[in-house]
């Protein structure tokens, strides 16, 4: 489960350090490049809202199964694409079926024990998170060595593999919804407006990757600049610097089933702010933004380990639908983070990118501590 969740997510996040590729083969600007991460984030948020919560209805194992067919597919579509209009629609359809990892993390969370349920969750999120940052380093090498293109053919023979494995290895679980698909979907609604925790993880989680991705889709343009003057592979190489974080995600779901939530998140959160201002200082050295994405990344992953942590605990016939509304709200704020920060790019570059993540990871802190009596009575 883990090693699928982290090569599943990969699909969303190749793209990343190769935008300038792209905006060269297409003779763009990188802000128009930029649009193709931004459609595969809100790709996934469709996923997420439309599929995942069929998990609840469907058994989990058919529906990956039929899932992994459509992420192949469109996997070719982006590496074959003849223009950027096709590209986007290509990246829409890679990021609403490369949803298998939300599919998987409620299943490890419905298989666990309770006292262990952090810890479980902690675990295959690694891979996932993981799977996150290491997409970019690998896609960056292939991009600079092969052509942007080669990443996603090798990807679609990854997926492949994958499908063999989770036919042959992988339990089936039950569903648990016995309704239409149409009070499915209206659930969702009772969910957040009925689970004031869930509304406020939706929140924490959506500004928090807003400003992650805001970040990491305009990467690659302040290293394309003189100071610099690096490519695609030095751009995906940071997310072997972003794995320390991840590393981090295992203990970070050990301590959700032990240290209080609210003290953990405000720790967290605190740490995405001061990412942003060392990034600030940092559009000149390599080895301030190291540090920069070293302690955002521990931020923003464990703030989301935390998160999920909470809300798996509310209600255990549902978790695929609160899965839904959480990682929705999420991918919506992460590609609303991508569109603001391609467009402050082209206005103000770096200095208009570390003034959003600043904001928005400051606006979540005000809010998460805004809250926190309302959550105690709760």
């Not at 192949?72 to 096709?86: H, M």
């Not at 080895?287 to 605990?313: E, K, Y």
């Not at 255990?316 to 509304?325: F, K, L, Q, S």
Request: contains cysteine; charged residues 10%; glycine residues 8%.
């Amino acid at each position: 489960m883990t090693i699928t969740t982290g090569l599943v997510v990969a699909n969303i996040y190749y793209n990343q350090p190769l935008l300038t590729d792209i905006a060269e083969t297409f003779h763009v600007s990188n802000s128009k490049a930029g649009q193709v991460s931004m459609f595969t984030q809100i790709g996934y948020a469709a996923g997420l809202l439309f599929i995942v919560p069929l998990g609840d209805m469907f058994k989990r194992k058919k529906l990956m199964l039929i899932d992994f067919a459509l992420v192949i597919i469109s996997l070719l579509g982006v590496a074959l694409a003849p223009s950027l209009f096709l590209l986007y629609i290509a990246s829409f359809l890679v990021g609403i079926s490369s949803v298998i990892p939300q599919l998987l993390i409620p299943m490890a969370a419905h298989l666990a024990k309770p006292h262990e349920r952090g810890k479980k969750i902690g675990f295959v999120m690694s891979g996932l998170l993981i799977g996150i940052l290491l997409s970019r380093t690998l896609s960056g090498f292939v991009g600079a060595h092969f052509g942007w293109q080669a990443i996603f053919y090798v990807a679609a023979i990854v997926m492949l593999i994958l499908w063999g494995l989770i036919y042959w290895l992988l339990p089936e679980v039950a569903p648990t919804y016995k309704g239409k698909y149409s009070h499915l979907m209206k659930s969702l609604y009772h969910l957040f407006m009925n689970e004031p925790k869930l509304r406020l993880a939706a929140f924490r989680g959506a500004l928090c990757f807003a400003a992650f991705s805001a970040f990491w889709s305009t990467l690659i343009f302040l290293l394309k600049l003189p100071q610099f003057n690096k490519g695609s592979d030095v751009a995906g190489a940071f997310g072997l610097v972003g794995a320390f974080g991840a590393v981090a995600v295992g203990l970070m779901g050990r301590l959700t089933d032990k240290v209080d939530s609210y003290k953990l998140s405000t720790f967290t959160i605190a740490l995405v702010v001061i990412s942003f201002i060392v990034f600030y200082f940092s559009s000149q050295s390599l080895v301030g933004l190291v540090i920069g994405v070293i302690i955002m990344d521990m931020g923003v992953q464990a703030t989301h380990i935390n998160n999920q942590a909470i809300i798996f605990s509310l209600n255990g016939e549902a978790r695929n639908r609160i899965n839904t509304v959480y990682m929705v709200s999420y991918f919506v704020g992460g590609s609303a983070g991508t569109f603001l920060a391609s467009k402050l790019w082209d206005q103000f570059q770096w200095n208009g990118v570390c003034a959003i993540g600043t904001i928005l990871s400051v606006i979540v802190l005000i809010v998460h501590l805004a809250n926190h009596k309302k959550m105690q009575v709760q």
